[in-house]
C-alpha cells in the first residue's frame, strides 16, 4: 500500500531531512575536530589527552598489555611480577587505594602519573611549583635502567618531586618531573603528568623509550592498564559528555523537539473529536418552534373567532355555551398560559388581535 503524505506534511519531511543531514555532518566535523582537551588518558581514547597509542605500542613491542576493569581488590590473585599503569587515577573507596597498596607490598610495580595518586602514598611529599603551559625538555641526570636509550623528554609539569629526598633520573634545575621509590617488596615510578604516555606526546622526544623503560622488560610479567578507575572516578553524565556520544544525544533531542512541534495542537493534523456533542441537535429545536408556532396560530384563531361571535345575540351558540360557568376553568387556564407564554397580539403584550 503506497504511503500517502499530505503536500504539507511532505515539506515539514523534506525540512527534516535537510536539517538530519546539516546535524549529521556538523556532528563528523566536530568529532573528527575533537583534541581530547580536559579528557581522562584513558587506553580507550583516540584523542590528544587518551593513551590509546600507548597501550597499541606496548602491544607491538611484546608486552601483551591488558585492560583492568575489575575491582582492585581482585588484585590479590595477580601474579607478584606484574605492572599496573595507573595514569591519573580517581579512587573513591579507601578500600580500593588499601588493596593498591597490598599489591605493591607483595612485590608488585606501579606506573602512575598525576597528582591524584599522592592518595595512594600520602608518606611521599610534593614540591608545588610554577606549572609549565609550554612542553619543556628534561635529561637525564644518571644512568639507569629509566634512562636508557633517552636523549631528553618533553613534558609540561603540574608538581615536581624533591630530588633530594628521592630518586630524580630526569632534571632541569630545581624541576624534577618523574621520580621513582620503593614500597614494601614492590616499587613506585610516579611521573607529575600523563602527557608524555598521551597520544600527543608519545610523538616527542624520547617518551616513548620512557614508557618502555618504566613499564620494564617485556618479560618480566604481565601488563595491566588501569581503567577501573577511569570509570569510578567519573559521573555517568561527565563520561557522555566528555565523548562523541554527546553528538548523538543533541541530534535525538532535536528529532525529538521536530516531533513534538510536528503532532503538538497548534501544528499537528486535524482530527475529529472523540466526545459527542452535548447541547440538542438543530433538528429538535425545529420541532420545538413548530410545536410554538402552531399554538400560536390556534390562539389567534380561538381569539378572533371569540370576537366576532360576540356580536350575536343568540344564546345558544356555542361562544356562548364556552362562556358558561362550567367552561371558566378552561377559560382561566388559558389566562394563565397567556401571562406565562404571552402571545404577539395578547394584552400583555400591549397590542390587540386584528
Not at 233 to 247: D, N, Q
Request: aromatic share 10%.
Amino acid at each position: 500500500m503506497p504511503l500517502r503524505i499530505a503536500p504539507e506534511d511532505r515539506k515539514l519531511a523534506v525540512g527534516f531531512a535537510a536539517v538530519l543531514a546539516f546535524a549529521l555532518l556538523l556532528a563528523a566535523f566536530v568529532v573528527q575536530a575533537d583534541r581530547g582537551s580536559g579528557g581522562l588518558p584513558s587506553s580507550y581514547s583516540a584523542g590528544n589527552d587518551g593513551t590509546k597509542a600507548a597501550f597499541l605500542l606496548l602491544g607491538q613491542m611484546g608486552y601483551s598489555p591488558s585492560r583492568w576493569t575489575e575491582n582492585p581488590r581482585k588484585l590479590a590473585d595477580v601474579t607478584a611480577n606484574a605492572t599496573l599503569i595507573l595514569a591519573e587515577p580517581a579512587p573513591a573507596e579507601e578500600r580500593d587505594i588499601a588493596a593498591v597498596r597490598e599489591f605493591l607490598r607483595r612485590g608488585g610495580r606501579v606506573v602512575a602519573t598525576g597528582m591524584s595518586f599522592a592518595r595512594f602514598v600520602p608518606e611521599q611529599r610534593i614540591r608545588p611549583g610554577m606549572p609549565h603551559f609550554q612542553w619543556k625538555a628534561y635529561r637525564p641526570q644518571e644512568p639507569s635502567d629509566l634512562t636508557r636509550g633517552i636523549d631528553a623528554i618533553k613534558l609540561a609539569p603540574k608538581f615536581y618531586f624533591d630530588w633530594q629526598k628521592a630518586e630524580a633520573p630526569f632534571r632541569e634545575g630545581e624541576e624534577s618531573p618523574v621520580t621513582r621509590f620503593p614500597y614494601g617488596a614492590g616499587e613506585v615510578i610516579w611521573w607529575s603528568t600523563s602527557e608524555p604516555m598521551s597520544n600527543l606526546g608519545i610523538r616527542e622526544k624520547d617518551n616513548a623509550q620512557l614508557l618502555l623503560n618504566s613499564v620494564g622488560d617485556a618479560g618480566r610479567g604481565p601488563v595491566l592498564w588501569d581503567e577501573y578507575f577511569h570509570q569510578g572516578g567519573r559521573t555517568v553524565v561527565g563520561a557522555v559528555m566528555a565523548g562523541p556520544l554527546r553528538w548523538g544525544i543533541l541530534q535525538a533531542a532535536l528529532i525529538g523537539a521536530i516531533v513534538c512541534l510536528t503532532y503538538s495542537r497548534r501544528f499537528g493534523p486535524v482530527r475529529a473529536s472523540v466526545a459527542g456533542p452535548r447541547l440538542a441537535p438543530w433538528s429538535t429545536w425545529k420541532r420545538w418552534l413548530r410545536c410554538t408556532r402552531r399554538q400560536e396560530r390556534r390562539r389567534l384563531q380561538w381569539r378572533s373567532y371569540g370576537n366576532t361571535s360576540a356580536k350575536r345575540s343568540s344564546a345558544g351558540t356555542p361562544l356562548e355555551q364556552m362562556r358558561t360557568p362550567a367552561n371558566w376553568p378552561r377559560r382561566s387556564l388559558t389566562i394563565r398560559r397567556e401571562k406565562i407564554w404571552p402571545g404577539p397580539y395578547s394584552s400583555s403584550a400591549g397590542s390587540k388581535a386584528p
